[in-house]
């Protein structure tokens, strides 16, 4: 599951990536300025490509899709002008399944096809755990694939569907797919928002003006001044029009939400609202158990920014010790600064980060961050710290150990190349060479996310296979390649 992508900086090899971000809108003048915005808010999900696709009753569906940034592409007049309509999605992409090597164009959405009963597109976050089984079947069927995206899946499966219209077929080709996935598609008049019926992956709903808007995160909603209305349930389909707003209903057998424990933690903006909570105040809550559970002795608690930053308040403001920026980053270190020769990736993150050595010299710095994936940024930040004169180094992770890859939409090294998969928390500390290495306990995370029991071990609330092993969705691709998950998926 790794990728083989160019990640967003070209030296932040070292995080968990969210896959992708989808937004749309319908009853609005000029949709495709509003998805521009709404994909901008979104922008942190993917930075790899975007796309939109519009409709207007005189030149019909529209589609732009470039490689990059939101704003180096949905920008310029001649561009928005070429998406007119009052109806449209958009997706930004940071793959994991699809195409190895360089991104290629056909594997970024929103995918579009013509079906009988007119065209229809399709924008999906999350990961299709049976797409290898499906896509066999299919083409041996006669489907003919023109991306390696697994949400191209979808398409095939609506176009062999027998149902009357969009929203019919839609259903019956969900129902073949197993998986995480937040999907926001159209077709001439109506915008269709659904989440699969674990809820792993988030999508809200929201009101502008007499119209309507479907996004990944509530950010999305603010940035466009809509109000949001609510959380699409898991396992629901809306289907939104001007003509009759929102229709909702529930076509999968119901099942106990799993809504993915890391967007807490990492994938969503702060800014935005999960479960009816802010996601700033969890992860200063996760800050705040962090202190509890892994107290120690030291002048300055400092984030890894910017991932970090909540929670190091949290841990500060539980602590009693004081809060310091200790480290800067450089905010406009866009990926194409300079090209990443060999020589200027052994700079490394000092090219992203820097030492505010006035601070920490001479000082037992607590460092808190989101988490540790393979180590090679946490050691690199350690190594900077020290060289700029600190007495001590201890990290504090805002999240349990990564130690198991995750196959719902979000890019993981393979089990082999996590630090945690292969090391004991000792081992850790010892191969990043720090003073003290500590995790927050799952039972803590959970109860900052709002479990003040923790973790129900029987029917847990959130989907953490990253940390548990535990995949609530059976990882039908992977097992059939030999993998084995820890505990048998259901």
Excluded at 220 to 225: P, Q
Aim: proline share 6%; with cysteine; aromatic share 8%.
């Amino acid at each position: 599951m790794s990728h083989d992508f160019p990640p967003a900086h070209p030296f932040d090899d070292d995080k968990l990536r969210e896959e992708c971000g989808v937004f749309g809108v319908v009853g609005v003048a000029d949709a495709s300025n509003f998805v521009a915005l709404g994909l901008h808010a979104l922008q942190h999900r993917g930075q790899e490509a975007g796309g939109i696709v519009t409709h207007d009753f005189e030149t019909g569906f529209n589609q732009q899709r470039r490689m990059g940034l939101v704003r180096d592409n949905f920008t310029s007049p001649n561009m928005m002008a070429s998406l007119p309509g009052p109806i449209g999605i958009g997706h930004v992409r940071y793959s994991t399944a699809g195409s190895k090597g360089q991104t290629a164009m056909r594997d970024v959405q929103p995918f579009f096809g013509e079906f009988s009963m007119g065209g229809a597109a399709i924008a999906h976050n999350g990961n299709i755990t049976n797409a290898d089984a499906l896509r066999r079947e299919l083409i041996e069927r006669g489907s003919i694939f023109q991306s390696s995206s697994d949400s191209e899946c979808i398409i095939h499966l609506m176009a062999r569907s027998m149902g009357q219209n969009i929203p019919d077929r839609m259903e019956e080709a969900l129902r073949k797919v197993e998986g995480a996935f937040s999907i926001v598609a159209m077709t001439r008049t109506k915008i269709i928002g659904c989440r699969d019926p674990l809820g792993v992956r988030p999508l809200v709903l929201g009101k502008i003006g007499d119209g309507w808007a479907l996004a990944s995160e509530t950010c999305a909603l603010d940035i466009i001044g809509a109000e949001f209305v609510r959380e699409i349930a898991p396992g629901e389909m809306v289907v939104i029009s001007e003509a009759n707003g929102v229709q909702s209903h529930f076509p999968f057998r119901p099942a106990k939400s799993r809504f993915c424990i890391f967007e807490n933690v990492y994938f969503s903006r702060p800014d935005s609202i999960l479960g009816g909570r802010s996601v700033y105040e969890t992860r200063e809550n996760i800050g705040r158990e962090l202190a509890k559970e892994a107290p120690v002795d030291a002048d300055l608690v400092c984030p890894v920014p910017d991932s970090g930053t909540p929670a190091a308040i949290g841990y500060s403001l539980e602590s009693g010790i004081p809060y310091a920026m200790g480290i800067i980053r450089n905010q406009y270190m866009g990926r194409t600064f300079i090209e990443p020769t060999e020589s200027i990736r052994n700079m490394g993150v000092r090219l992203k980060l820097n030492v505010n050595r006035a601070l920490v010299k001479g000082k037992r710095i607590i460092l808190v961050d989101d988490s540790v994936v393979r180590g090679t940024t946490s050691r690199k930040i350690k190594e900077m710290i020290l060289d700029a004169g600190a007495a001590e180094v201890h990290f504090r992770i805002a999240s349990p150990p990564t130690a198991w890859p995750c196959f719902y939409g979000v890019d993981t090294p393979d089990r082999d190349k996590l630090l945690a998969a292969n090391m004991t928390a000792d081992q850790m500390r010892d191969h990043l060479g720090v003073d003290s290495l500590k995790f927050i306990s799952l039972d803590g995370l959970y109860r900052a996310s709002g479990e003040p029991n923790g973790r129900d071990t029987k029917s847990p609330a959130f989907c953490d296979a990253c940390f548990s092993g535990e995949y609530p969705v059976k990882p039908t691709d992977m097992i059939a390649k030999g993998f084995k998950p820890k505990v048998p998926a259901e």
